[in-house]
Nanobody, 123 residues
Framework: QVQLVESGGGLVQAGDSLRLSCAASGLTFSYTMGWFRQAPGKEREFVAAISGNGGSTDYSDSVKGRFTISRDNAKNTMYLQMNSLDPDDTAVYYC?????????????????WGPGTQVTVSS
């Protein structure tokens, strides 16, 4: 049984940093892993993705230069370091796993999803 569990969300002020974690179990951690987010009233959007061996990464333009995705395959855990947070980053953040690195920005390619963790950035 595959399980993805996010942690590390919370309430912070604009300009602060947070690190999200995604612990995976029940799957080979060679999967492509991604972060998506969904704000109230908006569609789920791509944030960042990392290939199975960590050699490839992709970021949305809105977070490029501020967020860093990484993974520790020995711990079956993926991370999202978020710096210079802005109120527009407020959303529920989801981690997801895809079998291949093909369209890392496309949510439909991800088979497994976590329940999400709330990130709220106050101005």
């Amino acid at each position: 049984q595959v399980q993805l569990v996010e942690s590390g969300g919370g309430l912070v002020q604009a300009g602060d940093s947070l690190r999200l974690s995604c612990a995976a179990s029940g799957l080979t951690f060679s999967y492509t892993m991604g972060w998506f987010r969904q704000a109230p009233g908006k569609e789920r959007e791509f944030v960042a993705a990392i290939s199975g061996n960590g050699g490839s990464t992709d970021y949305s333009d809105s977070v490029k230069g501020r967020f860093t995705i990484s993974r520790d395959n020995a711990k079956n855990t993926m991370y999202l370091q978020m710096n210079s947070l802005d109120p527009d980053d407020t959303a529920v953040y989801y981690c997801a796993a895809a079998a291949v690195w093909r369209r890392p920005w496309f949510p439909g390619d991800y088979k497994y999803w976590g329940p999400g963790t709330q990130v709220t950035v106050s101005s």
